[in-house]
């Protein structure tokens, strides 16, 4: 069979019977796939020296290098490329044997199109998200711009956006979002792009004390205004002069140091607990809140007067979740961070790691991420994070979302299918080890080869349960 010419990013089909090979190149082709066929492992590495291909598809027992050693060369030469197995045995040997070969997916043999059609598009799905991992890791290990903030999904560049047009007035600002977005970033943001870059940044959560504590803290006090006031003290506000002062959570202010802080705005001037003398202040004042603070002048909680002084301009810092497209960069530049203060050689994400981020919702947001790396770290025992250094709420999200991935019909496919790939799928993230992925699906090793062989008999099931697992 003559080698065609090709270019990068095709599927190439190896099965010594010719008739078989085209067949199923023909297959994928007529489904829109750049498909070429060859008749042995020798041909599909020749034909590799000379351009990459993302797929291989490979029968087993072929005269020559094997499918199983091709997997193994495959693994060592191009591990870019991703294999699927084709065999015709129905014990469960073949299978495990493939996937501990470095193969991605298995089949078995009569092969249904429609199930190598699929088995095709979740493999170029997974080799893109490779070749998107390995962008990103280049991309997170560059310099932070200027704003430091991180992202380029349409959502985060609004917020950019605003942050950079905004950013050298001296209009108060009100950023708002959910907890855990970012918005003190943001924050820290205006202050570095703007005129006052060189003078102090000064914060301070509203919420986390109570009102009389709050007012010594912005205001400042003088010796004696209280039991414990040895010595006088400037505020907050008199400390970030000529810089910024930023009020966290300021929808959690008690109603009664709302109207002091109001007066403090109107008139730009403060007075320390205690004393019967003003000062004049000169800070930009930047607030946050998650709450919406509307809602709040509505039933009473917030001074309408105050919002309107503190909310001249307003910044709304997107959820994770409006920004999924940035996930994997947020998380590939947290990863670098913890490794770094850990000294621990951990340099990237797993394929089946970065797919379990995607799926999940996010509900604490960008801090969530970050606490989820840090823990990832701290548990990886290799170069790469693993699904088994995720909490199990990501990783469980991840897998009831699996099966309604997709909306077509013929992607679907039947339980069983699904369930065979699935177990492939998690046999593959384990490197092949039965005890891993019998834990990760919640079965015993036994169950799990009888969802690999299901024709298997007791005696074979028993002796291979007694097969060593892989070294990792």
């Not at 205006?190 to 010594?216: K, Q, W, Y």
């Not at 109107?266 to 205690?274: A, D, K, N, S």
Request: glycine share 6%.
């Amino acid at each position: 069979m003559s080698q065609p010419v090709r270019s990068q990013g095709d599927i190439i089909v190896v099965d010594d019977d010719v008739d078989t090979a085209n067949l199923l190149r023909d297959a994928l082709v007529v489904r829109g796939f750049n498909a070429h066929a060859l008749t042995t492992a020798e041909e599909c590495l020749g034909l590799l020296a000379e351009s990459p291909a993302e797929i291989v598809i490979t029968d087993v027992n072929m005269p020559g290098l094997s499918g199983i050693e091709l997997c193994q060369r495959m693994r060592r030469d191009y591990p870019a490329t991703l294999m699927i197995v084709i065999t015709g045995a129905t014990g469960l040997d073949t299978a495990i044997e493939a996937i501990r070969a470095g193969a991605y997916d298995y089949l078995t043999k009569p092969v249904k199109t429609d199930a190598l059609a699929i088995a095709v598009t979740r493999a170029l799905q997974h080799a893109a998200l490779k070749r998107e991992l390995l962008r990103l890791r280049a991309v997170a290990d560059r310099e932070l711009p200027e704003h430091q903030i991180v992202g380029s999904s349409p959502a985060i560049a609004r917020t950019i956006e605003m942050v950079e047009r905004i950013a050298a007035s001296d209009a108060s600002v009100l950023v708002t979002g959910e907890s855990g977005t970012g918005k003190e970033l943001v924050a820290r943001a205006l202050h570095r792009l703007s005129n006052r870059r060189d003078r102090p940044f000064v914060a301070i959560n509203c919420g986390a004390m109570p009102a009389p504590l709050l007012e010594s803290e912005l205001f400042g006090h003088v010796r004696g205004a209280f039991t414990d006031a040895k010595q006088s003290r400037p505020g907050l506000f008199v400390q970030a002069e000529a810089g910024t002062i930023f009020l966290d959570e300021i929808g959690e202010m008690p109603l009664e140091m709302q109207a002091k802080l109001l007066r403090v705005l109107q008139e730009r001037r403060v007075r320390p607990v205690g004393s019967d003398t003003d000062f004049p202040i000169n800070a930009r004042v930047v607030t946050a809140t998650n709450r919406n603070l509307e809602r709040e002048i509505e039933e009473k909680r917030f001074r309408e007067d105050l919002y309107y002084r503190v909310n001249v301009v307003s910044i709304a810092v997107p959820s994770l979740r409006e920004r999924s497209s940035d996930i994997l960069l947020l998380a590939q530049r947290f990863l670098l961070q913890q490794a770094r203060a850990s000294r621990k050689a951990v340099v990237g994400l797993s394929r089946g790691v970065a797919e379990k981020l995607l799926a999940y919702d996010w509900p604490g947001n960008v801090r969530e991420l970050e606490n989820c790396m840090a823990r990832a770290v701290a548990l990886c025992q290799h170069t790469e994070i693993t699904i088994d250094d995720l909490p199990a709420s990501i990783v469980e999200h991840g897998d009831a979302k699996m099966v309604f991935a997709t909306s077509s019909p013929v992607e679907l496919g039947t339980i069983d299918e699904l369930a065979r790939r699935y177990v492939g799928q998690v046999l593959a993230a384990t490197g092949g080890n039965k005890s891993r992925a019998a834990k990760i699906l919640g079965i015993d090793r036994r169950s799990l080869y009888r969802r690999l062989a299901p024709t298997a008999t007791a005696s074979e099931l028993e002796i291979a349960d007694t097969q060593p697992e892989p070294q990792e």
